[in-house]
């Protein structure tokens, strides 16, 4: 259940895009399955009769969404929103004269709907400027009910832009973001903080406060067939591939561009790298040839079988939750490609390189990496803060995994024992 308002035509400090927004929003969330309650440009009697309608029809609904673009005000920490006919004249008579974002928080809680969401797009200038001077910008960070997630169009104290097309900065994000499949909201929201902060030249900064115990996500996960596990792809595969060319293009080392060649075989600069690949640029003489593989051996009785040799690493991949990283594995060397910030961060796993690379995997929150694979016929895991590639440790292990409801791991050793370790931002676990 849900109830969206614009408000753009004030009488005092007109906006352009809320009423878009409102509209475009509303058309989104009928087609994710919402039931929509929709209102342009109300004034403080009509916002007051739809925050009860909203809650009158939010009885028995699993997720309540309540969603303003438009005029924001807080005083003394409390956050306002502004009908079209607001006549206010002091700060004092702001609480009187406009919708306190808690009467929406409080039909929620009355209804105990399990997901509630406030997206507010509300933080623009004060249009009441000429009347009287606010004490504080932008809106006040706010304590969240449980179970409940409010979204900001930028950070607490901060002015949000009403943008130059037909949609505000943060309506656009949430816009391309919300209808991607299985995708939660939090990380969602992700990728609509890096978005406008890009777009606005880091000038506007989305902001969050949840306290949500459960998973919630627009759109459904798509049906996958088991044969064929699902794969996330990142925001901006271009910028991947670019980076990682900017990262070995000025190598001498073969190796480094069979690695590109690895990653995109049929890349923007697939030609060049193959002939870089088979070229030793340190003295511009062909590499040496590969020798041919020896030939097969006659089969032999299992009591006369050679010991194996390792199987040949081969690159392992995977996309952080909210698909802005990257994270590649290959001969003991794990590179983060950053789409965002176009680069690449590179770490040395093992330097003898003979880690054979099984799994890369990140935490749900994308701060911690994963790396499993086998070294010298056993198994090791590695620990990877994402700020920085920073190896933390390596262990003796079969299995790393993260938790999804907490910051811990379970680290499982040879013997069976489960190990639980704690993950602390800014330190070594």
Same mark, same amino acid.
């Given at each position: 259940m849900a109830f969206v308002v614009g408000n753009s035509a004030y009488k005092m400090g007109p906006l352009k895009n809320p009423g878009n927004d409102a509209r475009?929003?509303?058309?989104?969330?009928?087609?994710?399955?919402?039931?929509?309650?929709?209102?342009?440009?109300?004034?403080?009697?009509?916002?007051?009769?739809?925050?009860?309608?909203?809650?009158?029809?939010?009885?028995?609904?699993?997720?309540?969404?309540?969603?303003?673009?438009g005029h924001g005000l807080q005083v003394r920490g409390r956050n306002f929103l502004v009908p079209v006919d607001a006549d206010i004249a002091r700060e004092d008579e702001v609480p009187y004269r406009s919708l306190d974002v808690n009467e929406v928080l409080d039909k929620m809680d009355s209804a105990r709907t399990p997901?509630?969401?406030?997206?507010?797009?509300?933080?623009?200038?004060?249009?009441?400027?000429?009347?009287?001077?606010?004490?504080?910008?932008?809106?006040?960070?706010?304590?969240?009910?449980?179970?409940?997630?409010?979204?900001?169009?930028?950070?607490?104290g901060s002015v949000a832009q009403d943008g130059e097309g037909d949609n505000g900065l943060y309506t656009s994000a949430l816009l391309r973001h919300i209808t991607v499949a299985a995708l939660p909201v939090e990380q969602m929201l992700k990728r609509v903080r890096v978005d406008v902060v890009r777009a606005s030249n880091n000038n506007q900064v989305p902001w969050e406060s949840s306290s949500l115990n459960r998973d919630f996500a627009f759109a459904r996960t798509t049906p996958v067939v088991a044969s064929a596990p699902a794969k996330l792809v990142p925001t901006d595969?271009?910028?991947?591939?670019?980076?990682?060319?900017?990262?070995?293009?000025?190598?001498?080392?073969?190796?480094d561009y069979r690695a590109y060649l690895e990653q995109y075989p049929k890349g923007r600069f697939a030609a060049l790298a193959r002939v870089r690949a088979n070229t030793?640029? %340190?003295?511009?003489? !062909? &590499?040496? #040839?590969? *020798?041919?593989?020896? =030939?097969?051996? $006659?089969?032999?009785? %299992?009591?006369?079988? !050679? &010991?194996? #040799?390792? *199987?040949?690493?081969? =690159?392992?991949? $995977?996309?952080s939750p909210e698909g802005l990283y990257s994270a590649v594995v290959d001969k003991?060397?794990?590179?983060?490609?950053?789409?965002?910030r176009r680069t690449v961060a590179q770490t040395t796993l093992d330097p003898s390189a003979r880690l054979v690379a099984q799994s890369v995997a990140f935490s749900a929150d994308g701060r911690w990496l994963a790396v499993g694979?086998?070294?010298?016929?056993?198994?090791?895991?590695?620990?990877?803060?994402?700020?920085?590639a920073k190896l933390l440790w390596e262990r003796p292990s079969t299995a790393l995994r993260f938790d999804t409801s907490q910051p811990t791991a379970q680290l499982q050793l040879a013997s069976g024992e489960v190990q639980t370790i704690a993950l602390r931002s800014g330190e070594q676990p």
């Amino acid at each position: 259940m849900a109830f969206v308002v614009g408000n753009s035509a004030y009488k005092m400090g007109p906006l352009k895009n809320p009423g878009n927004d409102a509209r475009a929003i509303a058309a989104a969330l009928r087609k994710l399955n919402f039931e929509v309650i929709e209102r342009q440009n109300v004034t403080r009697e009509t916002f007051a009769l739809g925050v009860r309608e909203f809650g009158d029809k939010l009885k028995g609904a699993t997720v309540g969404l309540f969603y303003f673009a438009g005029h924001g005000l807080q005083v003394r920490g409390r956050n306002f929103l502004v009908p079209v006919d607001a006549d206010i004249a002091r700060e004092d008579e702001v609480p009187y004269r406009s919708l306190d974002v808690n009467e929406v928080l409080d039909k929620m809680d009355s209804a105990r709907t399990p997901i509630n969401l406030v997206l507010l797009d509300a933080c623009r200038n004060n249009p009441f400027a000429r009347s009287f001077k606010l004490s504080q910008v932008g809106l006040a960070q706010m304590d969240v009910p449980s179970g409940t997630l409010i979204g900001f169009a930028t950070a607490p104290g901060s002015v949000a832009q009403d943008g130059e097309g037909d949609n505000g900065l943060y309506t656009s994000a949430l816009l391309r973001h919300i209808t991607v499949a299985a995708l939660p909201v939090e990380q969602m929201l992700k990728r609509v903080r890096v978005d406008v902060v890009r777009a606005s030249n880091n000038n506007q900064v989305p902001w969050e406060s949840s306290s949500l115990n459960r998973d919630f996500a627009f759109a459904r996960t798509t049906p996958v067939v088991a044969s064929a596990p699902a794969k996330l792809v990142p925001t901006d595969e271009l910028a991947l591939e670019l980076a990682f060319w900017d990262a070995v293009k000025n190598s001498t080392s073969p190796a480094d561009y069979r690695a590109y060649l690895e990653q995109y075989p049929k890349g923007r600069f697939a030609a060049l790298a193959r002939v870089r690949a088979n070229t030793d640029t %340190a003295s511009n003489k !062909p &590499a040496a #040839a590969t *020798p041919d593989p020896a =030939p097969r051996p $006659t089969p032999v009785l %299992a009591a006369e079988t !050679p &010991a194996m #040799a390792p *199987p040949p690493s081969k =690159p392992v991949r $995977t996309d952080s939750p909210e698909g802005l990283y990257s994270a590649v594995v290959d001969k003991g060397v794990l590179r983060f490609l950053d789409a965002g910030r176009r680069t690449v961060a590179q770490t040395t796993l093992d330097p003898s390189a003979r880690l054979v690379a099984q799994s890369v995997a990140f935490s749900a929150d994308g701060r911690w990496l994963a790396v499993g694979g086998m070294r010298d016929g056993s198994g090791v895991q590695y620990l990877v803060s994402v700020s920085g590639a920073k190896l933390l440790w390596e262990r003796p292990s079969t299995a790393l995994r993260f938790d999804t409801s907490q910051p811990t791991a379970q680290l499982q050793l040879a013997s069976g024992e489960v190990q639980t370790i704690a993950l602390r931002s800014g330190e070594q676990p």
